[in-house]
């Protein structure tokens, strides 16, 4: 047992030293681990696992993930992705409104890499200007604010989780007014 | 033992002789066993002396069969002659998941061919994991007394064979399809009910995924007055749905098929009030569907909440809030079923309302093994703590704790199924990085009437001695990514006397573990071992030693001759040998 623990740390640390990062720097180093720790101690898994972001990349995607696992009938993965694909698989479609505007826009999430991307092209659609984001002040100081609706349904100020983070729980966006988002800012 | 008696002599002469005492007892026994409903009951009275089995035999009404193959169709029928319910399971569970190639077997066929023979007054038929034919629907439906199909997770038949039923069984009363992959023949099998009133007292096809006529369906929903059980697929907008709950307040368990509007509704638009729908069905105590919900029109369901005791949101992608307006409500819910979608949040909403819930499954919207399951060991406490009486849980999430399972094996003593599923393989407790052993551990130790477990996450050995020195009571154990040595499995089937069926898939247990077992599989229904590290040789040796076992060797798909190791092993006991539709890739050893 022990020699086998072993064998999956020194795999870990061959992992994290070519793994592509897409998380914010400060990423909590706990949460990468966990992932690379899916290493399979079965013959069956031989490739590297990587982050989500990656898994489409790879060519054969057979040897990564495992037939059958998690045991989820296929009858129940079926219904679900149909779902899915209108949210994950095919473009991840966001409603977009901003205070002022006369109507929403709607724009992929997954077309962008990092908030940075995000945050251009939308003061490319609005043409406004929403500044830099601070942990510890948000978007004080700016014309706008980009806020988020959660799957929890609460609002959000954009850019306090990791990027991957954000694009799965992102279910609306609303850039507000400075005046307004006064509040988010301070902690 | 006593030997089968002449019958007794006809009277001469217009005397009286009264019949033999024998015969008088065996009357009797016959009067009092017909009312011996238990299985387990059942096998002990037939097995006092032959008489016993033989009055037994003639009023066991309800046959069981557990195993398809674990015997043949004439055998079990010239024993049972007068059973009217016949219940045949086929295919093992991990079947389902894709670990087992088609046309592997688990044929109905051979059964209702001698069934047409011998069990013509059959009323009731159960299927769960069999490949039933269309031909196999159109003689079953032919015999005069078939009133109640049930099919189970099956598969082979079409809408063609639905038809069939629907026309010639003028006495159905259930026609439930649940989990079946049904091919879509583009026949409108609703229309094929007779006209006139039915007797239908359920219908459930929520698993049928091909288009229906809805007005065949609204009419015959009219016609249906003592229908109770209607689950529709998803096929059936919200706007239908409405149109048939008005027809049918009767209703007690209700599938509400998709439970969103078939076209794009204009603001504007003038919508039924589903509410009063609901309102109407006051003795609905099952909900289930919401295959395509719109969360907008949760609210048309409050009505009911009070009364049920069974909600089935595992279709419906909500959120925690969506899910809490509702559950509030619901404070008798005994069985409900969610997506992971509805986040720890949402279960603690559950627990803090739902004091009576004895099952709960917890599904994952996302089903690979490193998608980021919003539900984790913290709704599994908030469980633990609000639903004291639990006595089933399927959880699947990605972060888990020995802590909260430990927790939840002392607040919830009633506990009889647990099944925990940590998608990411071999994932330690996410905050101590242990293995999962000492939760398992104290399921095993504490839970004292649990009969059925599911293991996953990093085990070592240890959680199988823990299993084996406490687990007396489990009849069902599913281990996947387990273990260590061939020991691990080893303290499992030298410690638990009630197992019944073990199903393992890429574990590292061997040929010496496999030999450990062999007092034990006589007494087991099966045993299932995928991508372990048994060898050919291994699973040979156990064949010669048991000869009433069955050791199928099912080769998966792809042949990369790998290494020497078998890549499903599959036996079970049979009164009949092998069987003999084995398919080309099956090796019976």
Known sequence: ?187 | MREDRPPPTPSRGGAYSPPPPDQVLENVLEHVLQFLTFRRDRNAAALVCRSWHRAEALTRLELFIGNCYAVAPRRAMERFRRATAVTIKGKPRFADFNLMPPDWGANFTPWVTFMAQCYRALEKLCLKRMFVTDEDLELLASFPSFRELVLICCDGFGTSGLAVVASKCRKLRVLDLIEDEVTDDEIDWISCFPEGETCLESLIFDCVECPIYFEALERLVARSPSLKKLKLNRYVSIVQLYRLMIRAPQLTHLGTGSFSPSEIVAQGDQEPDYSSAFDACRSLVCLSGFREIVPDYLPAIYPVCANLTSLNFSYANISAEQLRSVIRYCHKLQIFWVLDTVCDAGLQAVAATCKDLRELRVFPIDAREDSEAPVSDVGLLAISEGCRKLQSILYFCQRMTNAAVIAMSENCPELVVFRLCIMGRHLPDHVTREPMDEGFGAIVKNCKKLTRLATSGLLTDRAFSYIGQYGKLVRTLSVAFAGDSDTGLKYVLEGCPRLQKLEIRDSPFGDSALRTGLHRYYNMRFLWMSSCRLTRRGCKEIAQQMPHLVVEMINGEEEEVKDDYVDTLYMYRSLDGPRADAPSFVTIL
Do not use: H
């Not at chain 1, 296929?74 to 949210?87: A, F, I, M, P, V």
């Not at chain 1, 077309?111 to 991307?117: A, E, G, W």
């Open chain 1, 1 to 187: 047992m022990e020699t086998q623990i072993m064998s999956c740390e020194s795999d870990d640390l061959n992992l994290k030293a070519t793994e592509l990062r897409l998380g914010l720097p400060g990423t909590d180093p706990a949460l990468e681990k966990q992932s690379s720790n899916k290493r399979a101690l079965s013959e069956i898994d031989s490739c590297s696992d990587a982050k989500n972001g990656e898994q489409d990349r790879r060519a054969p995607p057979a040897k990564g993930q495992v037939v059958g696992w998690p045991p989820v009938r296929s009858y129940r993965k079926n219904c679900l992705q149909q779902k899915k694909s209108e949210t994950d698989g095919s473009g991840m479609y966001v409603k977009v409104s901003m205070d002022g505007a006369p109507y929403l826009r709607k724009i992929d999430l997954k077309v962008y890499q990092s908030y940075l991307d995000l945050l251009k092209a939308l003061q490319n659609m609005f043409k406004c200007t929403i500044g830099v984001y601070t942990e510890r002040e948000g978007y004080n100081g700016s014309d706008y604010a980009p806020t988020y609706e959660d799957k929890e349904g609460d609002w959000m100020l954009v850019g306090d989780v990791p990027w991957e983070m954000f694009v799965t729980s992102c279910k609306r966006l609303r850039i507000m007014k400075g005046s307004e988002a006064k509040g988010l800012g301070c902690l």
